[in-house]
Structures are given as C-alpha cells and as structure tokens.
C-alpha cells in the first residue's frame, strides 16, 4: 500500500489492549467532505488535489477483550470493481491477506477466524463492506465467520429502505449474507454489548449512527465513526455534507464532545489520514485536536 499511515497503531486502555488498523485509503470531495464550511476554510487545513480531492482513511479498531476479540467497523473488503476503486481513490489491497484490514488483524497477532464480535457504526459501503468478502468462487461470505455483528435495527432498515440520495452508500452483499447465516444482531438505542463495551445512538450522518465507548481501569476511548470522522471535524459546525441530518449531527457532537472533553476521553477519527488516536481541548472558540 501506498497509502502514507502505519497499518497498526497499538495502545493500552486500562486492562485492554487496542489496535488502530488502517484498513486502507480514499480520496473523496474536499466540499462533500465538509459541508457548508469554504473551501478557504478547510483548504488550509487539508490541501486538495486537482481533482479537489482530500486524503482520508478506513480506520477500525480492533480490542483484545476478555469475551473475545472485538472489531469496530470493517472498512471497504474486496467486493468492488476497480472502476469503483477509482472513483473514490480506494487503496485497501491486501499483501499477505485479502485487504489492508485482515493484514492489519495479522500484524496484531490474530486472524479472521478469531474475531468475536464485530460493531458497525452503520451500513455505508466503507464501515461495513469488509462485513463479507468475494471468495474465488464469486460467492459472498462472512469474513469473520465465528462472530456475532452487531448494529442498530433502524440502520438496517434505513439501509433497506434507500431512497435517491442515500443508495450510492447501502449495498446489501454487506449485510445479507451475515443475517442469512443468522449471525447479525440488530439492536435499539444504548447497550452494553459486551463488558464495559458499550454503543450509543449518535444520529445525523444517518438516522441510526451509533459511536462506541470502551472503559477499562478508569479510562475511557471513543471511536466516533461518521459523527467526527477526521479529527479536522472537531468543530462543531464543521459536518459533512454527505450527512443526511446535519442539524441531528451537530446536536449528537455537541453532547459526545462535552463528554469527551470533561472526562479526558481517548478518541479515534475513522476517516483521519494521519491522526488516529487524539484528545480534544476547548481552546475557547472551538474543539480542536490536543497537542
Ligand atoms: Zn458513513
């Protein structure tokens, strides 16, 4: 991969030890990317391409838990055409496994077949297109094929459900397989899933986006997802234009960032390009990433 992040960034939570993986690259709209605010705004921060495009990543996490391993999100998997590749600027090819993310679980000392449970923040092709993966044989299966998946049952049906604008984002060969083999779990609203692993509905970006909080010996991480994808959307008025609720969005960051700011909280930015783990300050205008 040519893509300019470490593929494994490892720390320790409390008792828990956790693994940023970059499952890969994009290059998307630098406009899409942050909505109303001016390009002479974010251009500063993130110079764009001639194409207008700025630099992000598919960051999960992956958690090395009493219950079993646990992994947050599962960027793009290998289902997609070149064609597609192109258009978004995706670089997530393997070395030694089928994509950047199950080298990633390989660098960390694991394999596929160990994962546990896997969260989605929700359905869009980059959180949950390494769900499933393309086998030789065209057939679509389960990457993870001794976990349980989780997400909100209102994601599902807002995915199964797309309209015009939304459609582009929902392809069922993420889910469907995993809810054929009887292993997705849909759930409502809060829940501990597994021992001080817990998610909370963050909606905005999609009406049931959730974010996952992890507590271990008195410290707490956070990875956002979509609802503080770069640790460039601190801000709070700085939300993508892709949201489909940006109002919801900026109530849902206003509420988390007071959290994670009064608490200390570790976070991760799924789609940052360079900054995976970080803590916010308040420098009294705005949130911004801690030196
Ligand atoms: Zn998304």
Redesign the pocket.
């Known amino acids: 991969m040519s893509f300019p992040h470490p593929l494994l960034e490892s720390r320790t939570l409390g008792r828990l030890r956790v693994h940023a993986i970059q499952a890969g690259g994009q290059q998307l709209d630098g406009g899409a990317m942050f909505g109303v605010v001016p390009k002479t705004l974010w251009s500063r921060r993130l110079p764009a391409d001639d194409k207008n495009r700025i630099p992000m990543g598919m960051r999960c996490l992956l958690i090395e838990h009493d219950d079993g391993l646990v992994l947050l999100d599962t960027g793009l998997g290998n289902k997609e055409t070149a064609k597609f590749h192109e258009i978004y600027g995706i670089e997530n090819a393997g070395g030694e496994g089928r994509t950047a993310l199950e080298d990633g679980i390989r660098a960390a000392g694991f394999a596929p077949d160990d994962i546990a449970v896997v969260i989605n923040t929700?359905l869009?092709f980059?959180?949950a297109g390494g769900n499933t993966w393309r086998a030789p044989t065209g057939e679509v299966l389960p990457t993870f094929p001794n976990a349980r998946y989780v997400v909100q049952a209102g994601e599902r049906a807002y995915a199964e459900h797309p309209n015009e604008r939304t459609a582009a984002?929902y392809f069922p060969p993420n889910w469907a397989p995993i809810v054929a083999a009887g292993r997705f779990e849909f759930i409502a609203g809060a829940r501990e899933i597994v021992s001080g692993i817990s998610v909370r509905p963050t909606p905005g970006?999609?009406p049931y986006?959730q974010s996952v909080v992890v507590q271990s010996g008195g410290e707490t991480l956070c990875f956002l997802g979509?609802v503080v994808p770069t640790a460039h959307h601190l801000p709070l008025p700085w939300i993508m234009g892709?949201d489909v609720e940006p109002l919801v969005t900026l109530e849902s960051k206003r509420t988390l960032l007071a959290e994670a700011l009064r608490e200390d909280w570790l976070l991760v930015f799924e789609h940052d390009a360079q900054a995976g783990f970080g803590r916010v300050v308040h420098d009294g205008k705005a949130y911004r990433l801690a030196e």
């Open positions: 929700h869009h980059d959180h984002s970006h999609t986006h979509d892709y």
